[in-house]
């Protein structure tokens, strides 16, 4: 057994970039665990990392997630274990991924030249059932489980931002990924995702996780932290305190679960100093502030804030988010029985 740990990383984003959870979560995973099963790791720099209107229109997310499962293809014998990590439309490859394994199934190596089929068919289930019923079949793909999908601030309509919202071609650019299934599929075991309170851009509106409800035994945590898009998902120096906190969440519940990862804090650049009081910057580069701003809706109860935002509302009394207001009462009752930070 060994496990296969995918991390696909967001829009601009690359191992030269400052390094975002992605990244640190990549440097940190052992190449073994202290029983001696190994860890392998994959990772994914994001779209745009080589040309910018990439990044911005979402061009090459098909090609990230038909690296990612030819990687699967290539690596997975039977009882091995995945685990996906991703942020912002990173994380919306690896939640596509999911879903194209669920459809599809993962092609045995010796068919690995039918992945361009098999996502074609992903694109087209809802018009063919009985096509990719038959194409698992023939080419005796595998339904494997995934032990964990862990992703921070799924952005966008199905993760690809509307850049310039009224321009027609921002709409034809993006409509070829609609089709993507991001709800959490049967074969996701354990799924994590931490969402940003206070990002403000239309054009990064959170795509949320939801359970299946006839899959009691599937967990799911979903956690609103305090800071906007990249306050939450790393990859800038000036966040970084604050990207460590839903980062060391993120670890410490995959601890919790025992999920069998296993880390090394000291080979993660800059190690882990988290801070929920530092400062929120306002710095997000002009192109996407011409889509306006917003508030995000919350989605969960008042237990799916994390107790480091709880802690800044009720500790600087200029920290109050629209979308909190609705949990005022809650909030300012609320006594910590955990120490953070």
């Not at 829009?11 to 190994?38: C, M, W």
């Not at 091995?80 to 194209?100: H, K, M, P, Q």
């Not at 929920?276 to 917003?294: K, L, S, V």
């Not at 919350?298 to 709880?310: C, L």
């Amino acid at each position: 057994m060994k496990r296969l740990v995918l991390c696909c990383d967001g829009s601009f984003q690359n191992l030269e970039s400052y390094p975002t959870n992605v990244v640190k979560i990549a440097q940190a995973t052992q190449h073994r665990d202290e029983a001696g099963v190994a860890q392998i790791v994959y990772y994914d720099a994001g779209v745009g990392s080589g040309f910018f209107l990439s990044g911005v229109f979402g061009w090459g997310l098909e090609t990230n997630i038909h690296e990612a499962y030819q990687f699967l293809c290539l690596n997975y014998a039977p009882g091995d274990e995945i685990y996906c990590f991703g942020f912002s439309r990173g994380a919306y490859t690896v939640r596509s991924l999911v879903g194209l394994i669920h459809y599809a199934g993962l092609l045995p190596r010796k068919y690995i030249q039918h992945v361009g089929q098999a996502y074609q068919l992903y694109r087209e289930v809802k018009k063919n059932p009985e096509t990719i019923a038959e194409f698992r079949k023939k080419y005796k793909t595998l339904s494997v489980p995934i032990t964990l999908l862990a992703c921070w601030d799924t952005v966008g309509r199905l993760g690809v931002p509307e850049v310039i919202p009224w321009l027609p071609f921002d709409r034809w650019a993006n409509r070829k990924y609609r089709f993507h299934n991001t709800t959490l599929s049967p074969l996701v075991e354990n799924a994590l995702h931490a969402v940003a309170i206070d990002e403000r851009h239309r054009n990064f509106v959170v795509t949320p996780m939801e359970r299946l409800p006839d899959h009691p035994r599937q967990r799911l945590r979903q956690v609103w932290f305090p800071g906007d898009h990249m306050s939450v998902g790393g990859g800038s120096y000036h966040r970084r305190r604050l990207s460590d906190v839903s980062l060391l969440w993120m670890i410490e519940t995959i601890q919790e679960w025992n999920l069998g990862l296993s880390f090394s804090f000291d080979d993660m650049a800059g190690g882990l100093d988290p801070d929920f009081t530092t400062a929120i910057p306002d710095d997000i580069p002009f192109m996407f502030e011409i889509g306006g701003r917003t508030v995000r809706e919350m989605v969960g109860s008042f237990e799916d804030i994390h107790i480091s935002a709880k802690r800044r509302w009720q500790q600087q009394s200029d920290y109050r988010p629209p979308n909190l207001e609705p949990f005022r009462t809650e909030l300012e009752q609320w006594h910590p029985i955990a120490q953070f930070g």
